[in-house]
């Protein structure tokens, strides 16, 4: 049977474990806080017991999901897996430490996966020991609703790395799109404006819920601020950070002082149960 390992269960780990889980596959996952080690099933059933009250998931399925999904320590315990996708902080050594790890214990052909926003994969490659199972599959949040996966392969990547990881994302229902090793691959450098010109309108002094209000009445399902609840105000940072390192500090690429500001308050957005407009604004519910 064809094992995914996930590493991080956070926001995105989780979802990205319940993703393939559901379309079958066994699944190894792990994270390095105990807690959230512990947690990881139990905040599955809580996310998906919505859907079973509401008739759109038999409760057979989600408990058969959450038995392909099998909690282990750490990577160590990842050896048998086809395919593993970290889901672990955006630092470049963290990521580049895990996937050493991972090197020691896995199958020659195993394929390692980043799920980063916006790191250089030929960076994340450099160290490793065979650079050529290295590629980044970077889901967006909600990892099990949001159908689109950007496939970066780096100058190395090998061919055969790419075909699998292409396959089984396929087979988890997603639509995979090659894209450039560039910073923020395609569509975390196109919202880069998005972000950044209702940053610069709220030091202005507009507010965050006039301005979403306004850009949902014309038609984007979330506002710039309800975006960055949902995704968290570390990562958007995080991600505009190393776009404007990239970028050599284009002016495009601006990082606002609100949005160090909000980072700095520890008000992250859901993850936190406070951010730009969470609680008092949560957006539409994620779609089916
Ligand atoms: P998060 O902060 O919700 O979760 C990260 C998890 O990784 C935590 O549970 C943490 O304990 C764990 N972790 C940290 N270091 C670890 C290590 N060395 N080994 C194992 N586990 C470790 O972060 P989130 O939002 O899930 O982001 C994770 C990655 O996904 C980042 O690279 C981020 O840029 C990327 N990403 C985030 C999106 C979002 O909307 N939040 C969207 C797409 C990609």
Do not use: W
Not at 86 to 108: D, G, N, T
Not at 145 to 166: F, I, N, Q, S, W
Not at 181 to 197: H, L, Q, S, T
Not at 246 to 274: C, I, N, W
């Amino acid at each position: 049977m064809t094992t995914i390992a996930v590493i991080g269960l956070g926001t995105m780990g989780l979802g990205i474990a319940q993703t393939y889980a559901a379309a079958g596959f066994a699944v190894l996952a792990t994270d390095a806080v105990p807690e959230a080690r512990e947690t990881a099933l139990g905040r599955l059933r809580a996310g998906l017991a919505p859907r079973v009250r509401a008739g759109k998931l038999a409760q057979a399925d989600l408990d058969a999901i959450l038995a392909r999904i099998t909690v282990v320590d750490g990577p160590k315990a990842m050896g048998a897996t086809d395919l593993a996708i970290e889901a672990v902080v955006e630092r470049m050594p963290v990521k580049q430490s895990l996937f050493a790890a991972l090197e020691a214990v896995v199958a020659p052909d195993a394929v390692l996966a980043s799920n980063t926003s916006s790191l250089s994969m030929a960076a994340m490659a450099e160290g490793l020991a065979r650079p050529e199972r290295l590629l980044g599959l970077h889901f967006f949040n909600p990892a099990p609703v949001m159908k689109l996966v950007e496939l970066v392969a780096h100058p190395g990547t090998g061919a055969a790395a790419l075909d699998r990881a292409r396959r089984l994302t396929e087979a988890a229902g997603k639509t995979v799109i090659p894209c450039p090793d560039r910073p923020g691959f395609i569509v975390n450098r196109c919202a880069r404006p998005f972000y950044g010109e209702a940053l610069a309108m709220l030091e202005e002094g507009r507010s965050a819920a006039e301005i979403d209000a306004a850009m949902q009445a014309a038609g984007y399902p979330l506002g710039p601020f309800g975006l960055i609840d949902l995704v968290g105000a570390d990562i958007n940072l995080a991600a505009t950070e190393s776009l404007a390192a990239a970028m050599e500090g284009h002016p495009r690429y601006h990082v606002f002082d609100a949005l160090r500001r909000q980072v700095a308050s520890g008000d992250l957005g859901r993850k936190t149960g406070r951010g730009f407009l969470y609680p008092d604004e949560p957006g539409p519910a994620p779609k089916d």
